[in-house]
């Protein structure tokens, strides 16, 4: 076990655990965070994305060890109300079915728009290309980001 100083959400913390645990299981079982899911484990789903320094990368591979003083937000710091324009156009255009993937969505569209705030089309399936929703919302989700983009 290690030490690791770490800043989530804005907030310092301190956490001991494995050097090769992956910071999706230190988000969910000694932060308890859970917003970021588990959905695959080998980084191909989307569920557990998260940002790392405003870029959209996968948790459930990443290693605490490789995180050092970069800065983690999870779907709970995005906004603390859950108003931040991309959460605010998922609900206007009714995105989420089983919601499972939501998180790792939300958090690669708001990545996206944060680097490109008007994206393409084929802008937007490039950037989400990877996080999948088994419920088939695609078409909805692209919506979403096309209304975010404009707010």
Not at 38 to 46: N, S, Y
Not at 87 to 92: C, F, H, N, R, Y
Request: glycine share 8%; with cysteine.
């Amino acid at each position: 076990m290690e030490e690791f100083q770490l800043n989530v959400n804005g907030k310092n913390i301190e956490v001991k655990v494995d050097p090769n645990t992956p910071i999706l299981w230190v988000l969910r079982d000694k932060l308890k965070l859970v917003g970021t899911k588990f959905g695959c484990g080998i980084a191909k789903c989307g569920a557990c994305t998260i940002h790392l320094n405003g870029s959209a990368v996968r948790s459930c591979q990443l290693p605490i060890s490789s995180v050092g003083k970069n800065k983690v937000t999870t779907i709970e710091g995005l906004s603390e109300n859950g108003n931040h324009p991309v959460q605010k156009a998922w609900l206007e255009h009714d995105v989420p079915q089983c919601g499972y993937c939501q998180s790792g969505q939300i958090m690669s569209a708001t990545a996206l728009l944060e680097v490109n705030p008007n994206p393409s089309d084929d802008e937007i399936d490039s950037a989400m290309n990877g996080n999948i929703c088994r419920c088939g919302t695609y078409t909805r989700i692209k919506a979403a980001i096309k209304t975010a983009s404009k707010s």
